[in-house]
């Protein structure tokens, strides 16, 4: 079914209006006819319109003024019809974004090709705005390495919450990766091109976290030698990362939530309240409803900050994630020490898949830097490795073993841990899965990759 596009057309010459507005219905676009800019702006604010054709000279406010209330607030084409061509209306309709310019006695074909148009240019333009937005969007998650059914849904969520200006509460362990999740959903957000701008609640001592906040001004106390704009203030138009929220003091908090309710901030010393405009986004590893019960946490606050929660998977439940990431960290510190250490050997590859990571993807980058720094080989083998995370009892012939070893992409090393995974369970293909970390259809796509029957 064809869309209908919808003209507003605006003058008082009742016989221009109605044979503008007769030819564009016989062409199929359906009018809405009125007299004056002021009756324009009202037809705006109750009907959807897609182009505006305005008269210059209108009782009231002109056609230029209209022009620039649709840019601001509309956002549709604007055609301007004007009784003589000047060089100042021109400049004036270009500084007033005016799509087009007409001189009467207009032609009513040339009205509809303006029409048809300001359309097209306008469907470009959105189509283009939409390819940019999905791209920064798709940008914003690639940091996170991982396809595990928990990682595909994170980033799917990351993706829809980015773009609503709302408070965020990002929750999971200790080195999950909480603040690449914030960093994510700023990239993500219309804010993207304002500052991202992180503290750690519990790294600032007590004393010194309201102004480090709020802001200071010269004198406030003796080492406030000078003004301090606060991080709320140095993060306007952007996003303000408040990692550990839960190890905020509790007066601290009451301070917090009135600063965020009055979207204002008073610097420490100062008498004056400044506004400012940051989106919040909030994480920690506590349980903050446990929190709120014991009394160490506000019960405002808390639904203040967590407006949208985000968590963020453990290590342990993402499967085969963890190659993934251990071939980035590899990769990176590689690149960094200067040492020519490629990937993991198999049995190095099997240990980290069978450890259960309390430390999360830091402890896995640490071990990853550290069996880099110690390889004696092109490949990390579980020699280099930390004593806990090895599965197997060290042998007189392991280093000969892992020496004559042949090397293993990581697609080679997955297909082997699938069909160890498959065989582990007897074919049972939805436990299987969950081992794995996907879900049957993407293990049934693996296997089809792989040239495995399961």
């Known amino acids: 079914m064809a869309v209908t596009h919808r003209v507003l057309v605006v003058d008082e010459d009742d016989d221009i209006r109605d044979g503008i507005a007769g030819a564009l219905e016989a062409r199929g676009f359906e009018t809405e006819s009125v007299t004056s800019v002021e009756n324009a702006m009202a037809r705006l604010r109750s009907t959807a319109i897609d182009v505006v054709i305005t008269d210059l000279d209108t009782p009231g406010a002109d056609g230029l003024t209209l022009s620039r209330h649709v840019s601001d607030s509309v956002g549709v084409p604007v055609i301007l019809m004007v009784a003589e061509p000047e060089i100042d209306t021109a400049i004036a309709a270009i500084r007033a974004d005016v799509y087009d310019y007409l001189v009467k006695p207009v032609e009513v074909r040339a009205v509809a090709i303006a029409v048809e148009r300001a359309l097209r ?31 595909l849904a994170l980033k799917d969520l990351i993706r829809r919450v980015a773009r609503a200006d ?56 003796t080492d406030a030698k000078e003004n301090k704009p606060g991080l709320l203030l140095r993060s306007s138009s952007g996003t303000l990362f408040l990692d550990e929220i839960g190890e905020m003091p509790v007066e601290m908090q009451s301070k917090l939530l009135r600063v965020l309710q009055e979207r204002r901030v008073r610097p420490v010393g100062s008498t004056d309240e400044i506004e400012f405009d940051v989106r919040l986004i909030t994480a920690t590893n506590r349980d ?10 506000r019960e405002d606050l808390y639904y203040r900050i967590n407006v949208v929660q985000v968590s963020v998977p453990p290590l342990r439940q993402r499967g085969s994630d963890v190659l993934l990431l251990a071939q980035h960290f590899i990769s990176t510190s590689a690149e960094r020490l200067e040492r020519p250490v490629r990937g993991l050997n198999e049995a ?3 240990d980290l898949l069978a450890y259960d990571w309390p430390g999360n993807v830091r402890e896995l980058e640490n071990y990853m830097e550290r069996g880099v720094a110690l390889a004696r080989y092109d490949a990390i083998t579980p ?21 004559e070893t042949p090397l293993l992409t990581l697609e080679e090393l997955e297909r082997k841990h699938i069909v160890r995974v498959v065989e582990a369970v007897d074919g049972n293909k939805s436990q299987a899965a969950r081992i794995l970390g996907v879900d049957r259809r993407t293990l049934y796509r693996k296997a089809e990759r792989y040239g495995l029957e399961i």
Request: charged share 30%.
């Open 121 to 151: 240019d306008r469907a470009l333009a959105d189509e283009v705005k939409r390819l940019r937005e999905e791209v920064a969007s798709t940008a914003s998650t690639s940091i996170m390495i991982g396809d595990s059914k928990p990682m």
């Open 166 to 221: 709302v408070s965020v509460l990002v929750t999971g362990e200790s080195g999950t990766g909480k603040e690449l999740v914030a960093r994510a959903l700023h990239e993500g957000s219309d804010r993207s091109d304002g500052p991202f701008v992180a503290v750690n609640c519990a790294a600032v001592p007590e004393q010194l976290l309201e102004s480090e906040l709020f802001g200071v001004v010269k004198g406030a106390f």
């Open 348 to 350: 190095a590859a099997q």
């Open 288 to 297: 903050l409803e446990e929190e709120v019960d014991d009394g160490r946490f």
């Open 383 to 403: 020699e280099d490795l930390p004593a806990k995370v090895r599965q197997r009892t060290p042998s007189t012939t392991d280093e000969v073993d892992a020496h």
